[in-house]
């Protein structure tokens, strides 16, 4: 353990200062705004900074004068003070505070005021509003459709796509087995296997909420953050006014996994936006007519795989072991090995199927952020592989009769 | 002031030898030496819990530790710097200092100031004990959600949170029970002549930082004791599904934790000027001012907790008011910076290490000031709120501004604690690799925090890994120097050159009219202040 650990200390420190391009990468500043928020904040953090750097050095100054000339070593008798008496004394030992007074509530309180009114007006002149969800460990997106004025402006209304977004930087680099890969297209930590997809120009509303523990969802280059809390609704907005992709990371301490729920935010221009929600919205109704069909137990475990790595392994692990205590296996669980309909034909309060839709404590409930298939075929994945053999399907169809 | 000699006597009837002295102990100085020797160990053990997560974040990549261990670290390494390093230390120098420099025998009330210190070993046994206990395979370890609790992260934890909680409620009475002493020993034993606004400076900071810890402790008290009871007896305090908000448990934990920071920091504010006019020898500048400044800076520290949260949403009156409440505090810090730096300005300066510390101390200290200025900002906060950036500010205020001020004062009272001059080389080997890798940890961690890295991730991307690396080996020289405090400590309480009374050219004071080290009941005849 220790040997290893030494040796990809060693290992990545050299790579790290062969690597020209690594070095290439750091910032002394903001990263460049892409909304009006943003940049806001940019020109205000800049004057801030360049008003307490002034007081910094100013009265630095002062005092390393004094501490030069004010030395025993150099023969400098201690002069007494006294208080300020005369009416000019007092005036000018009270300028420095009328300067400080100044600075505080005019020169940087003024702007301050205008941000914090821009910041929080979340609603006027929106065109769309997005529902963002913070789970542990993921953010799903969930379009609400457009405002009065996004439809004037001719925005495609993007009403009913919902989706999840989870990491896709491969495990093996996150646990020290190889070096993180500096791919710019997919930077490490920084990429989602779906994007956010926001048209460039459209004043988003943002609705904020989570099913679980505090999230705050950041995208630096945004200029706002705000916490998601179970069981409220908070708000904020952003206007993309470039085309580009943009990440940023969830910002709450939200359990083990709080270092790997990106954000990553695709901008595009309005043609290719309306491109890419038609698209999408095919894709749903593929999906329900997929629903409708009946499938087979060997396609239900292939696409029950893919959705089990994607959701469940954070937690119950690639192999089914789960992390015990915490997190149960499946490999092996009651759960997974009873029935799960009754004689009636519906499902059995606490079977599978009912802990898959609905959670229970920390175990999330799927229901609102799987499709029928995907349920249907996590749950055929967890019964017949992973260690376990009970041998029967859940049909999509069964667990859409099961959401009524 | 001037004072009528003391005779040396340590008479007295036989107090208990070998162990049973530190359990049963009432002296004030018996006990200020425990509080101090307390804090510099937990100094040392949560120094090293927090080299463990900069070896971490060496790299990208994880190399040593699960998440879940490096979140336990963090919050941990936080709960024992504050709780357990500089707030003992506060209390240690109290217990030390304030008998002696209001010249009074001991503090009034001996035997609460014994168990004042006693119930903090439990205390820091409960913090740590979840790590052991997982090692056992009971449990998964200590606190994983930070230093600050936030439900309802809390209410998922493990065994570590109650642990936490508990140590919560013993650091909590144990602060109480010094304040409540603190506060009579000042109405009640100062030598006769000496009226409040004749105080030493030290006393005052400690008077208004006991007043807010009565004030805000039985607030964090009821939060994490409402917490306790949402884990296990199916209260909904900070849970939405049953009627609750976990936003109210921000509210109560900050309306403690940002008078924390004055209590941490106004000890610290009260001795610096002591130590600035002994070694610029002239009396301080504007005693009264600062006394004001003190008391208008506790007022306020209670009245702008929100600032912690600006991004969980409120309205926007209440954002308007936090913000420019918090850039009101600047005023009355602004008063204590320009008295410190008048104190010193045609004075007639030496640099022994006491006056080394504080002067890095009051730069370093006011970029921590300047930087919380910028954080006021709201909008900007959006930014900055929980990226490395405020972690940089608040090592700033808590490191320099809160270790070492204290590192100042040791060094300062040492010799009169000990009778013995401690090392000046090392002391001053000491304060510049102090300073200079202090400055090198987190410097780096400003930039990191405006480019994007948020606070308390154990892996991160790669953009960040320049910095990081040079903050991770600094901290490391960082960690190291403090071997030679140690070091310097012990050998000077094993020998070294004889102290004089007075120790220092310029020091002026009732302790300094006590022999070096002071007698074990300090004023037995009562000194006159003139
Ligand atoms: C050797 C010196 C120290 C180093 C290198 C150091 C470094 C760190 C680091 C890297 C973090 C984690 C930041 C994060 O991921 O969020 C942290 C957190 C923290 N530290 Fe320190 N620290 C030092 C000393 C101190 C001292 C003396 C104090 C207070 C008296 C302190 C108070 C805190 C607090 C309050 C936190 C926040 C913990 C949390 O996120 O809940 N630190 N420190
Ligand atoms: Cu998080
Ligand atoms: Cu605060």
Not at chain 1, 143 to 149: A, S
Not at chain 1, 352 to 357: A, G, P, Q, W
Not at chain 2, 343 to 365: A, K, N, Q
Request: aromatic share 12%.
């Amino acid at each position: 353990m220790l040997k290893q650990a030494i040796r990809n200390l060693s290992l990545s420190l050299f790579f790290l200062l062969t690597s020209p391009r690594v070095f290439a990468q750091y910032s002394w500043n903001f990263p460049e705004p892409v909304t009006p928020m943003a940049l806001d904040t940019l020109h205000v953090h800049n004057k801030f900074m360049l008003i307490v750097a002034a007081i910094f050095i100013v009265v630095l100054a002062i005092m390393i004068y004094s501490l030069i000339k004010h030395r025993k070593s150099v023969g400098h008798q201690a002069v007494a003070d006294k208080a300020p008496s005369t009416a000019v004394e007092i005036f000018w030992t009270l300028i420095p505070f009328a300067i400080l007074l100044l600075i505080d509530f005019v020169i940087m309180g003024i702007p301050a005021y205008h941000s914090v009114v821009m910041m929080e007006d979340t609603r006027n002149e929106s065109d769309m509003v997005l529902k963002v969800t913070g789970s542990q460990w993921r953010w799903q997106y969930e379009y609400m459709g457009n405002t009065e004025k996004g439809n004037q402006n001719g925005l495609e209304d993007a009403k009913g796509i919902k989706f999840v977004s989870n990491l896709s930087t491969p495990q093996e680099q996150m646990d020290g087995t190889i070096t993180p890969v500096n791919d710019p297209e997919r930077p490490y930590l920084l990429d989602v296997d779906n994007r956010l997809v926001l048209p460039v120009g459209a004043k988003v509303r943002i609705l904020m909420t989570s099913t679980d523990v505090l999230h705050n969802w950041w995208v630096p280059q945004f200029g706002s953050s705000r916490l998601a809390v179970p069981g409220f609704i908070r708000e904020t907005w952003v206007q993309v006014d470039k085309a580009g992709t943009y990440r940023g990371q969830c910002k709450e301490l939200c359990g083990k996994g709080h270092g790997y729920m990106p954000v990553v935010v695709d901008a595009l221009p309005k043609e290719e936006y309306k491109a890419w929600v038609v698209a999408q919205k095919e894709a749903i109704s593929e999906a329900s007519a997929g629903a409708d069909k009946e499938w087979t137990k060997e396609d239900l475990i292939a696409q029950g795989k893919i959705v089990y790595e994607k959701n469940c392994a954070v937690c119950h692990q690639v192999s089914g072991a789960g992390l015990p205590p915490a997190f149960p296996a499946i490999t092996g669980s009651k759960i997974s090995n009873s029935p799960i309909f009754g004689e009636d034909g519906k499902y059995l309060p606490d079977s599978h199927l009912d802990r898959v839709l609905n959670g229970i404590r920390v175990m999330p409930a799927w229901k609102a952020v799987l499709n029928d298939t995907e349920i249907a075929a996590v749950i055929t994945y967890e019964r017949n592989a992973l260690g376990n053999s009970v041998g029967d399907v859940v049909q999509p169809a069964q667990v859409k009769a099961a959401r009524q | 002031m001037s004072t009528t000699a003391v005779a040396h006597h340590d008479e007295h009837a036989a107090h208990p030898t070998g162990i049973m002295r530190w359990l049963t102990t009432t002296n004030h100085k018996d006990i200020g030496t425990m509080y101090l020797t307390f804090s510099l160990i937990m100094f040392l053990v949560g120094g090293c819990m927090i080299l463990g997560i900069r070896a971490e974040l060496f790299q990208p990549g994880l190399q040593l530790m699960k998440p879940d261990f490096f979140n336990q670290l963090i919050g941990v390494h936080a709960l024992i710097m504050i709780f357990a390093a500089l707030m003992p230390a506060a209390t240690g120098f109290a217990n030390w200092m304030i008998p002696l420099q209001i010249g009074a025998p001991d503090m009034a009330l001996p035997r609460l100031n014994n168990w004042g210190f006693w119930l903090l070993p439990p205390s820091a046994i409960l913090l740590t004990l979840p790590f052991t206990l997982a090692l056992f395979g009971i449990g998964d370890g200590a606190l994983a959600t930070g230093w600050t609790f936030y439900p309802p992260l809390s209410i998922q934890g493990g065994i570590g949170v109650d642990f936490a909680i508990f140590a919560v409620h013993l650091l909590g009475i144990s602060s109480v029970l010094g304040s409540i002493n603190i506060i009579v020993t000042l109405f009640n034993m100062r030598a006769p002549g000496m009226t409040l606004m004749k105080m030493p400076m030290f006393a005052w900071g400690w008077l208004i930082t006991a007043f807010l810890l009565i004030a805000t402790i039985p607030v964090l008290a009821g939060a994490v004791t409402m917490l306790l009871t949402d884990r296990h007896f199916g209260t909904h305090f900070f849970d939405a599904a049953g009627g609750g908000d976990p936003i109210l448990f921000q509210h109560l934990f900050w309306f403690f934790g940002h008078p924390e920071v004055y209590i941490l920091l106004l000890p610290v504010w009260g001795f610096i000027p002591q130590i600035l006019q002994t070694f610029s020898r002239k009396p301080m500048y504007g005693y009264k001012a600062q006394v004001y400044s003190f008391w208008a800076i506790g007022a306020l520290s209670v009245v702008v907790w929100a600032h912690h949260f600006f991004t969980a949403g409120m309205p926007v009156p209440a954002l308007l008011y936090f913000m420019y409440s918090t850039m009101a505090i600047s005023l009355p810090l602004a008063v204590l910076f320009f008295c410190w730096i008048k104190t010193m300005w045609r004075g007639s300066m030496s640099f022994e290490t006491p006056m080394l510390f504080t002067v890095g101390w009051i730069i370093l200290f006011g970029i921590g000031g300047l930087t919380g200025l910028v954080l006021a900002d709201v909008a900007a906060d959006a930014q900055y709120h929980n990226s490395y950036f405020v972690v940089a500010h608040f090592h700033y205020t808590l490191f320099a501004g809160g270790i070492m001020g204290i590192m100042a004062g040791v060094y300062y009272w040492l010799p009169k604690m000990t009778g013995h001059m401690y090392n000046e080389k090392l002391g001053k080997l000491h304060f510049w690799l102090t300073a200079i890798s202090f400055n090198l940890t987190f410097i780096p961690q400003f930039f990191l925090g405006l480019a994007g890295m948020p606070r308390r991730i154990p892996d991160y991307a790669l953009q960040f890994a320049e910095f990081n690396m040079i903050s991770s080996i600094a901290a490391f020289v960082l960690g190291l120097s403090q071997l030679i405090f140690v070091y310097n400590i012990i050998s000077t309480i094993k020998g070294g050159k004889k102290a004089s009374d007075q120790v220092w050219e310029g020091a002026e004071g009732l302790e300094w009219t006590l022999s070096s080290p002071p007698p074990y009941h300090s004023f037995s005849e009562q000194p006159i202040v003139k």
